[in-house]
């Protein structure tokens, strides 16, 4: 047998301990390995359930390729964005790197664009969701090839549905229907709600809904999207426009909805308004949350409460919904590339993506004919099923591929955070405000692409 080779970056010591045991048991003579075999490098950021299911899958791959030694490096996730900077700034990045959301990285010199492998492979790209495929193009090229969408979905606490006498969340929800519904479940401590004349706005302990575009700063896309515009004036996202009409029209909502009527939490991370830290959906203190579709598996292992899951609802003009995002992209630095792209179509092949995300539940693949197996997960309904799959055909990550989008959202954040904490502003207030933040992030993006594009 031929062995994996696995390198944790970053000294996660009890994942290679679980691991330790494939590597032994892999081991082998030199004469197992195909004669001066190819050592492709494959840069990956995983949680230790993952990466077990990961290292399987690579072994099996690794024993049908004898011309290949597969080096699986392993970084922690909190540090994949320091190490992917310092491999890229000295030329060292492994030839196949897995692109956990996006990266500004995608832009510059360090990542080959992929058209011509595409088309040489013929590879058929309206395989993959739309959404995920986007994310990796910068400047008309396809700089990546996405493996994993997440869809954000409503999630919805059963329990208290039932307790307020409330029918379920549909698919056919709209924005409003929310609304109407989370002003019933926003309640005070004497069980009045957000709609009741006796109800006490500074002694809220449960509210209806669990975010708002404040928090999110110049990534709040999807909040105003479903208005019928975003912030986005091209489609690389390299300039933003937060101030048009329908835009403010969608922000004067939401501030009106939270702010003024009470029917989100104003700080969803932190909860430190209800006092106790942590998320606020399965700690109880909100009816309903949007969350990707991860958020499944961890409601069930964290919550102690029945919940269900519809697609976000409709606003006006359309339904839009963020997705958390995985991709594989290709060293400049590599000696390999042909064989890198080889590994790649192997890595995002409909059977592995199957193996490796679908079945085990950790996510949802990002080919098409490989997403219909989260099918085959037994604790989804089918009703779930082509919910979670309905949301993937529409569901587009945060844009953060332009040079300074994440900058910008530092920058901006703040700036939403304060409308989404004053109530009784006016429209005009809050276009002044996001006029303000239009500014701020678009100076951060446009001397970060200067910066991009001068080195």
Not at 264 to 280: E, I, Y
Not at 304 to 309: E, V
Request: with cysteine.
């Amino acid at each position: 047998m031929k062995k994996v080779n696995f390198k944790n970056i970053f000294g996660q010591f009890m994942i290679l301990l679980l691991l330790s045991s494939l590597v032994i048991a892999c081991a082998s003579t030199a004469e197992d390995v195909a004669e001066d075999p190819i050592e492709l490098r494959l840069g990956v950021s995983m949680s230790p359930p993952e990466l077990l299911t990961f290292m399987d899958l690579i072994e099996e791959l690794d024993q049908a390729h004898p011309e290949w030694i597969i080096t699986v490096e392993q970084t922690p996730r909190a540090s994949q964005v320091e190490k992917m900077n310092a491999d890229a700034a000295a030329g060292t990045l492994p030839d196949v790197q897995e692109i956990v959301g996006s990266t500004g990285l995608l832009v510059s010199d360090v990542f080959l664009p992929l058209d011509q492998l595409i088309a040489d492979s013929n590879l058929d790209l309206t395989e993959f969701y739309e959404g995920p495929l986007a994310a990796y193009v910068w400047d008309g090229r396809q700089m990546a090839l996405p493996s994993v969408t997440a869809p954000e979905l409503l999630f919805y606490n059963i329990d208290k549905f039932d307790e307020a006498g409330l029918p379920y969340p549909t698919n056919e929800w709209t924005w409003d229907d929310l609304r109407e519904t989370a002003l019933q479940l926003t309640l005070d401590s004497n069980g009045n709600a957000a709609i009741d004349p006796d109800f006490n706005p500074d002694d809220i302990i449960q509210w209806g809904y669990n975010v708002h575009p404040g928090l999110y700063g110049s990534l709040s896309n999807w909040f105003v999207e479903p208005w019928g515009d975003g912030f986005c004036v091209n489609e690389d996202c390299t300039e933003v426009n937060m101030t048009s009409v329908k835009n403010i029209d969608a922000l004067t909502w939401w501030h009106d909805f939270v702010v003024n009527n009470h029917g989100a939490l104003r700080d969803v991370h932190g909860g430190s308004q209800t006092g106790v830290p942590g998320d606020p959906f399965i700690n109880g203190f909100t009816a309903m949350g949007t969350y990707g579709y991860f958020g499944i598996g961890q409601i069930k292992s964290a919550g102690d409460f029945n919940f269900g899951i519809v697609q976000v609802p409709e606003g006006p003009v359309t339904r839009a919904a963020p997705t958390s995002i995985r991709g594989y992209a290709i060293a400049s630095n590599s000696e390999h590339p042909e064989q890198a792209w080889l590994l790649i179509q192997k890595l995002t092949s409909a059977e592995f993506l199957a193996d490796m995300w679908a079945r085990p539940g950790h996510s949802v693949p990002a080919k098409k004919s490989a997403a219909l197996s989260i099918s085959e997960m037994p604790d989804l309904s089918a009703e779930e099923v082509e919910t979670i799959l309905a949301a993937a055909e529409y569901a587009k990550p945060w844009p953060l591929t332009a040079p300074g989008s994440f900058e910008a959202y530092i920058r901006t954040m703040g700036i939403g955070n304060e409308v989404f904490s004053t109530p009784g502003l006016s429209r005009e207030e809050i276009a002044e405000k996001y006029l303000e933040m239009e500014i701020e992030a678009n100076k951060a993006l446009s001397e970060a692409l200067e910066d991009a594009t001068s080195n």
